[in-house]
């Protein structure tokens, strides 16, 4: 067995409108955030695109994202925001190195309309690196409730780990 961090997401639900620019300043705002709205092909309350604020807070970042005006999105309707759940799993000193890692695979796990950059290959977890669980909570939107690295890491993409030959010959 891999060893493996496993961090918990505790999701909390807004409407978009423009208090996110300005609303979301805390020393605890900043993670990984969802957001939703109408897309022309995935249709009305689609996750248009998952993100991550990792050296400034949400309000911060959503004020960077000049895409937001430019992309045809008709409308954005809700925003979920992750805060970080301290367990014995994994301690809050490190999630700052997470966020990226962590964004990542939620990407990979759910193809995002507007995240197209980040669904193109498996994720690259360094072999001396630990793989990751991901467990969402509450307001989680339409994130599945657990999500694994080892679903979406080279170790697993690479077919001579799993060692499929072995396991169709058995059948």
């Known amino acids: 067995m891999k060893n493996m961090n496993v961090v918990h997401l505790l999701w909390k ?6 208090d996110v620019y300005t609303k979301f300043n805390s020393k605890e705002d900043y993670g990984i955030y969802q957001i939703y709205g109408d897309h022309p092909v995935y249709g009305e309350n689609s996750l248009l695109y998952i993100g991550k604020a990792r050296y400034e807070t ?14 045809h999105i008709s409308k954005f309707s809700r925003l979920h925001l ?30 995002p309309a507007y995240n197209s950059q980040n669904i193109k290959k498996p994720i690259e977890i ?46």
């Open 82 to 111: 992750s805060y970080f759940c301290e367990t014995e799993d994994t301690n809050y000193d490190n999630w700052g190195d997470y966020i990226d890692t962590v964004e990542n695979i939620l990407i990979n796990a759910h193809f």
């Open 13 to 18: 639900e807004f409407e978009w409108n423009d």
């Open 126 to 171: 360094k072999k001396s690196e630990k793989e990751f669980i991901i467990l969402n909570w509450e307001k989680r939107g339409k994130l599945l409730p657990e999500v694994s690295s080892l679903r979406y890491s080279y170790y697993y993409y690479d077919k001579k780990n799993l060692n499929l030959d072995k396991i169709l010959k058995e059948r």
């Open 58 to 71: 949400y309000s911060a970042r959503f004020k960077k994202h000049d895409d937001f005006n430019e992309n």
